[in-house]
C-alpha cells in the first residue's frame, strides 16, 4: 500500500518543493510562462475510490501531453487496434517530443509512437466530429466521465497561446499529410490538439483518471467501466515505454510505474490494480518533466516501494 496519510505525503511535498527553482517553467508556450515554480501538488486515488491528498491541490493545469494517452484511449475505442497501428506506431523513440527527424527516416512518415507530438497529431487527426467543436466536445465529454466532472473544459488563454505559436507542430502534420499518414484539414487538427492539450483540471482529478487506467478501465468512484481492458492496458503499456518522453528508460529504472507527463508539469502514474497519482510541480528538468513531480516520485518509491519490477 502507498501512502495513506495526508500529513505523511505533505511532508514529501515540502521535501521536493525545496527544489522547485532548480527547473524551468516551459516557456514555448508563451501562457504557460505565468504558472508559479513554487506550487506543487499529490493526490493518489485508491481502487476503493478513497484519495488521499496533499500541497496545493486547488490549482489546476493544463494536460499537455498528458491528454495523448485520453485521445489514443478514444480512437483506439472507435476504430480498434488495427486500424489505429496502421498510422501510428509501437515504439519508443530516443528523440524529444517534438522531433521531426524519424519521420522523414521511418517509413511514409508513419510516426513511431502515438506519445510523441506526430503520433499525437495522428491520432488527434482520428478523432470523430464534423468540425473542431464537435470533436474537442466529444474528448471533453470522455474526460469528464474519467474525472466525475461535468465542468471539465479547456483554457482558452492556453489553447490560442499554442495556437498562434506551434509551427512546429503544424510542420509535422503536413509533413505526414506529405506522407499520406493524415488526412483533413490541418488547421483544424490544430485547433483540436491544441484545445485537448489545453484541457484543465487539478490533480485530484488527474488521480482519478490515473486510478481508471490502473484499475483496467473501471472508474473506481462509480465503478463505472469507461473503457475496454484491453484499451487500458495498451494505454499503461505506452506509458511505460514512452510517456515521460526520452527519459522513460531511466523512469522505469528509478520509478517503475506507468506514468505520462506534460509541459505545464503535471504527471498522471497508474500503477496496476493498485492506484492512480496526479502530480501537478511546473518547472522542468531538461527532458521537458517536471523536476519537482520527478522528486516526489523518488521519495515516494523510496517510501513506499512503488516500483512494479
Ligand atoms: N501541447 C504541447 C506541444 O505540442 C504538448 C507537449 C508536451 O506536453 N510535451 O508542444
Do not use: W
Not at 6 to 25: C, M, N, S, W
Not at 131 to 156: H, W
Amino acid at each position: 500500500m502507498a501512502c495513506q496519510r495526508e500529513d505523511e505525503l505533505q511532508e514529501l511535498v515540502d521535501e521536493a518543493r525545496k527544489i522547485a527553482y532548480e527547473g524551468k517553467v516551459a516557456n514555448y508556450i508563451p501562457a504557460l510562462q505565468k504558472q508559479n515554480p513554487e506550487v506543487l501538488s499529490c493526490a493518489i486515488t485508491y481502487p476503493n475510490g478513497k484519495c488521499v491528498s496533499a500541497g496545493d491541490i486547488n490549482q489546476s493545469f493544463s494536460l499537455q501531453s498528458i491528454s495523448k494517452i485520453i485521445t489514443l484511449a478514444i480512437v483506439l475505442m472507435d476504430y480498434g487496434v488495427d486500424h489505429v497501428f496502421h498510422k501510428v506506431g509501437m515504439e519508443p523513440t530516443g528523440d524529444p517530443f517534438n522531433s521531426i527527424v524519424k519521420l522523414e527516416t521511418s517509413s511514409q512518415a508513419k510516426p513511431l509512437n502515438p506519445m510523441i507530438n506526430a503520433g499525437a497529431l495522428a491520432v488527434t487527426s482520428m478523432i470523430k466530429g464534423k468540425n473542431a467543436e464537435e470533436k474537442v466536445e466529444y474528448i471533453l465529454k470522455f474526460v469528464r466521465k474519467l474525472c466525475n466532472d461535468p465542468d471539465i473544459t479547456y483554457c482558452n488563454d492556453v489553447a490560442i497561446s499554442e495556437f498562434t505559436t506551434s509551427f512546429l507542430n503544424r510542420s509535422l502534420c503536413y509533413y505526414m499529410k506529405g506522407g499520406g499518414v493524415i488526412h483533413g484539414n490541418v488547421e483544424e487538427i490544430m485547433e483540436v490538439y491544441t484545445k485537448h492539450c489545453a484541457i484543465s483540471m487539478n490533480s485530484l482529478h488527474l488521480a482519478n483518471v490515473g486510478a481508471v487506467f490502473a484499475m483496467n478501465g473501471v472508474n473506481p468512484v462509480t465503478g463505472e467501466r469507461v473503457m475496454p481492458k484491453e484499451v487500458a492496458r495498451i494505454c499503461k503499456t505506452f506509458m511505460v515505454t514512452c510517456g515521460m518522453y526520452n527519459a522513460s528508460g531511466e523512469f522505469a529504472i528509478k520509478i517503475g510505474i506507468p506514468a505520462k507527463s506534460g509541459v505545464s508539469g503535471g504527471i498522471m502514474c497508474s500503477v496496476p490494480g493498485r492506484f492512480g497519482i496526479g502530480i501537478f510541480g511546473p518547472p522542468l528538468n531538461d527532458i521537458g518533466n517536471s523536476h519537482t513531480g520527478m522528486k516526489l516520485l523518488e521519495l515516494l518509491q523510496e517510501k513506499y516501494d512503488l516500483s512494479m519490477f
